[in-house]
């Protein structure tokens, strides 16, 4: 009976221990977790890191080698990158430290553009890093944000992502021709309103020229003359003497306007990174 008294309490004694070293390792996975959907320690590789799973992999695939590909061609790294909870305060300065500590835009001299989604708060945020930020200025930021914010309130994450990677590319696509968007040089749809602005405009002048040459038409009873005489009644005009005289002329002088293009100071003035943040 001894014996048996003794090998229960061993068993229950390694029964708790294992209880308690369970304990620990569950509440350090749990710890883990929580900083990790925190923001304060999240993965990035490559160039789309989805930690919120908000994409299916196929499209998260598909982004990574479209960001692949525009950040390969302009030499700038486009970025993606979500989280669960990204830790509050500014996303913007939660970006900067994801970008030095993963060291991104290393393959691309520091220049780089990411876009960031929080899901805690609904939180996004566009920042430019390096010389990226010519082509991604404020007015730009704003204009992307604004574009991106009907799919990602719905929901439409690889929608609203995909029209990111697009919208990026014309970005640098305009700055590289040494013209990037700001106010005085807007971000269109493309080709599409001009060309129906201008076949608008073509009809409407074709229509109205048809109208007017018709009344003109019916209106003209009579015969044109070759000269005025023609219409001075006979006997009632003598003309006794004509000279010709110069009385004056003017010069006007007007100053000759240049246009600055760079749309921001030059690479040498670029701060580290500037960023636009908002709420979906």
Request: net charge negative; aromatic share 12%; glycine share 12%.
């Amino acid at each position: 009976m001894t014996g048996r008294k003794g090998f229960f309490r061993v068993w229950l004694l390694l029964c708790v221990v294992m209880i308690w070293i369970t304990g620990f390792v569950l509440g350090g996975q749990l710890k883990m977790s929580e900083v990790g959907a925190a923001g304060n320690a999240p993965r990035f590789e490559g160039w789309v890191q989805d930690n919120a799973g908000l994409l299916a992999p196929e499209e998260e695939e598909a982004l990574e080698e479209e960001c692949a590909r525009v950040s390969k061609e302009y030499g700038t790294g486009v970025y993606i990158i979500t989280t669960l909870d990204f830790g509050g305060g500014d996303i913007k300065i939660w970006q900067n430290q994801i970008f030095m500590e993963y060291g991104l835009g290393t393959d691309t001299s520091g220049s780089g553009v990411m876009l960031a989604i929080s899901m805690a708060e609904r939180d996004w945020g566009l920042v430019g890093f390096g010389a990226a930020q010519e082509a991604f200025t404020t007015y730009g930021r704003e204009r992307i944000g604004g574009k991106l914010l009907e799919d990602l309130s719905d929901g439409e994450f690889y929608d609203a992502f995909d029209k990111y990677v697009s919208m990026a590319e014309d970005y640098l696509a305009a700055a590289e021709k040494g013209k990037p968007y700001t106010e005085d040089h807007p971000y269109g749809e493309g080709w599409r309103i001009p060309v129906i602005v201008a076949v608008s405009f073509l009809l409407s002048f074709s229509v109205s020229l048809g109208i007017v040459l018709s009344w003109k038409k019916s209106m003209n009873t009579r015969v044109c003359q070759d000269g005025a005489m023609e219409y001075v009644k006979e006997d009632s005009f003598h003309l006794l003497n004509r000279s010709d005289m110069f009385l004056y002329h003017t010069v006007t002088q007007t100053k000759q306007q240049t246009e600055n293009n760079s749309g921001g100071a030059s690479r040498g003035m670029h701060s580290n990174s500037s960023g636009t943040s908002g709420k979906f």
